[in-house]
């Protein structure tokens, strides 16, 4: 199974990029298009800062 995030299109972007950065074709084969996209840098840092985001709003409720 490929990562959620990989917007495929002419090019494929990576939706949990701040800057829609495009995965490098070893990115792609590394993390992108396989069961490890789950260990993929890009992707535990979009989890760490929504889960920053969430814990920011909760203290400001
Ligand atoms: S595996 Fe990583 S680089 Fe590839 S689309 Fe997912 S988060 Fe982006």
Redesign the pocket.
Known sequence: ME?P??EKGRVAM????ITM?V?SIE??KT??STED?YR?P??LS?VLRSGARKERVKRTA
């Not at 990576?14 to 990029?17: E, I, M, T, V, Y």
């Open positions: 990562c995030y990989l990576c939706g949990a990029s950065m995965p990115e792609e993390w992108c996209h993929c890009m992707l979009h």
